[in-house]
């Protein structure tokens, strides 16, 4: 079944060590999100691709980087993690984004910092 | 700036009884797409319904129903004889426009939380 996929389900880190989550999608899809999600809280963009063309969000901390180095793979880098960053992140994707399409979630990564 | 109101914040409801999740947006933009996801405490978002602005029927898919009405600004679900694995936090999503760029973001109310009680 074509999907998208989050490894691992669970990363823990120390406080201030670099940490990556990966995503990767069976779906072909051109656009790539990624979401932070605080305990009872909607999830919140920080990016996403369109194709290789980044788009931040205008309040996502300069901590967190992206990559996609193809159409499969999207990473979220945390160069710095503070507890505040602890937190679900999700992977979304979508087709085309012009056309409203659906986003669709990947499993999630739990991030704790410790 | 758009915005989404999901005014439960929780629901506990017995099994098998109906439960109504409520959902208010509004918007300037004549075309748009209202959503609803399902995230059960595994954590992942799945993917509920999509519904064009302009298609105002309502739209059954087994235990579920939704119900949009463009003249009060809602799209409520409805979930009929409610199951223990219905128990998840229910969130309904607008599309808006990124930046007037032409892409579509999501913007997501707040979440219901429902618990169906065995």
């Known amino acids: 079944d074509a999907m998208v996929i989050q490894n691992p389900r669970y990363q823990v880190t120390q406080f201030g060590k670099p940490v990556t989550l990966s995503c990767s999608q069976t779906?072909?899809?051109?656009?790539m999100y990624w979401y932070q999600q605080k305990s009872s809280q909607a999830p919140k963009l920080l990016f996403h691709?369109?194709?290789?063309?980044?788009?931040n969000e205008a309040d996502t901390p300069d901590n967190f980087q992206s990559r996609r180095p193809n159409t499969s793979f999207c990473f979220l880098d945390i160069r710095s993690p503070g507890l505040g960053d602890a937190a679900m992140y999700l992977c979304?994707?979508?087709?085309?984004?012009?056309?409203?399409?659906?986003?669709?979630f990947g499993p999630g990564t739990r991030l704790l910092v410790l | 700036a758009q915005k989404v109101t999901q005014a439960q914040t929780e629901i506990s409801v017995v099994e098998k009884e109906d439960v109504t999740l409520d959902c208010v947006y509004e918007t300037r933009d004549t075309t748009y797409y209202l959503f609803w996801y399902k995230q059960p405490p595994s954590g992942e978002l799945v993917f509920l319904i999509r519904r064009n602005s302009f298609d105002e029927q309502n739209e059954i898919s087994g235990r579920y129903s939704w119900n949009f009405q463009k003249s009060t600004s809602s799209f409520n679900f409805t979930i009929t004889a409610s199951q223990v694995v219905d128990s998840a936090v229910y969130f309904c999503a607008l599309s808006e426009e990124y930046s007037g760029a032409g892409s579509y973001q999501l913007t997501f109310g707040k979440g219901t939380k429902l618990s169906v009680i065995p």
């Open positions: 691709y369109y194709d290789k063309d980044f788009n």
């Open positions: 979304a994707t979508s087709r085309d984004p012009a056309q409203q399409e659906t986003q669709y």
């Open positions: 779906l072909n899809h051109n656009v």
